[in-house]
């Protein structure tokens, strides 16, 4: 049988504190003097796809369901919520009826 002797067992050393310093912000990036100038303007080519539905809506026939995602690459309800916006904030009256073969027309009315 062996003895341990108390004095030879190895104690872990306490690690001395390491400090952080804190993070720098990240700096805001500078526009170029061309982007200063261009950064305001809409592009030439650039459609309004709020204005294209009023024009399409304001129709004698009004616009469909389809025919406004069609235009506009948006999906039903992103339509449905745009009419919805329209009529209650926007201040138009809308039409909405469904012709025999099931499809929603939107017409803005008078």
Known sequence: MST???GNIS?????PKV???????AKASKKSPQAKKTAGKPKADA????ADIIVMMKRAKG?????IMAA??????????????LGSKGGEKIESS?????????KIGK
Do not use: M
């Not at 104690?11 to 690690?15: C, G, H, M, N, V």
């Open 47 to 50: 459609t309004n796809k709020k």
């Open 72 to 85: 506009t690459n948006w999906q039903a309800h992103t339509v449905r919520g745009f009419v919805s916006i």
């Open 19 to 25: 400090r952080r310093k804190p993070a720098k912000k």
């Open 4 to 6: 341990i002797d108390s």
């Open 98 to 106: 469904k012709n025999a073969a099931g499809e929603r027309t939107y």
């Open 11 to 15: 104690r872990p050393e306490a690690q």
């Open 63 to 67: 616009a469909t369901l389809a025919e």
